[in-house]
């Protein structure tokens, strides 16, 4: 089975810049998506194709891509900024849907 | 604005079926696929499958084949997703979450907006 790899958390202070990276070995050849997800509420999705953002999330979150690896990038963090972060993807097939196992940020 | 909404908490028993409905409004219902997805507590998100409210065909992963079953109602704007045999590691919340490209692409998954989630308990 195919994995996507995440770390388990990410810790930073109100303004700074928090990064989050997934891996996984088809990242090269398929899309990967970024959601949101607070205590007790449904994942939203703050970035999708790799680096597009949807309307209405703000312009703080962007998303990149190099190699095996994409990063999830939140410029001048706030508090409400704290939450679960997942990266969803396909194996190289397209046959799996992976989501990585979840990044804990916490603002400081 | 698209809305997805579900039905409510269950408790079930060990070896039973659950049936949770997601109706969805703001859209032409059958244009857009919609996926379940399910998240155990304290756990990450598993993909289940996914269904054409259209036609009604259906994918599921893997590891549910043979036990979920997923199908729509057009009249209301629905769709269902059934869990058989039921064990205690099926104790999760479940949502639904459409497909938000009406050109669906079989190798290029992804969801937006998601159902409120519906929490399934089994225990004896």
């Known amino acids: 089975s195919y994995e996507l790899t995440q770390p388990p958390s990410v810790s930073v202070s109100p303004g700074q810049t928090a990064r989050i990276t997934c891996s996984g070995d088809?990242?090269?050849?398929?899309?990967a998506y970024w959601y949101q997800q607070k205590p007790g509420q449904a994942p939203v999705l703050v970035i999708y194709?790799?680096?597009e953002r949807p309307s209405g999330i703000p312009e703080r979150f962007s998303g990149s891509s190099s190699g095996t690896t994409v990063t999830l990038t939140i410029s001048g963090v706030q508090a409400e900024d704290e939450a679960d972060y997942y990266c969803?993807?396909?194996?190289?097939?397209?046959?799996?849907?992976?989501f990585g196992g979840g990044t804990k940020l916490t603002v400081l | 604005q698209v809305q997805l909404v579900q039905s409510g908490a269950e408790v079930k028993k060990p070896g039973a079926s659950v049936k949770v409905s997601c109706k969805a409004s703001?859209?032409?219902?059958?244009?857009?696929?919609m996926h379940w997805v399910r998240q155990a507590p304290g756990q990450g998100l598993e993909w289940m499958g996914i269904?054409?409210?259209?036609?009604?065909?259906?994918s599921y992963a893997q590891k549910f084949q043979g036990r979920v079953t997923m199908t729509r109602d057009t009249s209301t704007s629905t769709v269902y997703m059934e869990l058989s045999s039921l064990r205690s590691e099926d104790t999760a919340v479940y949502y639904c979450?459409?497909?938000?490209?009406?050109?669906?692409?079989?190798?290029?998954?992804?969801?937006?907006?998601w159902g409120q989630g519906t929490l399934v308990t089994v225990s004896s």
């Open positions: 269904i054409n409210p259209s036609g009604g065909s259906t």
């Open positions: 979450a459409r497909h938000p490209d009406s050109n669906y692409v079989a190798w290029d998954n992804w969801f937006d907006p």
């Open positions: 969803q993807s396909a194996d190289s097939s397209g046959t799996w849907v992976v």
């Open positions: 088809a990242l090269p050849k398929q899309y």
């Open positions: 194709k790799d680096s």
């Open positions: 703001g859209y032409t219902f059958t244009s857009y696929y």
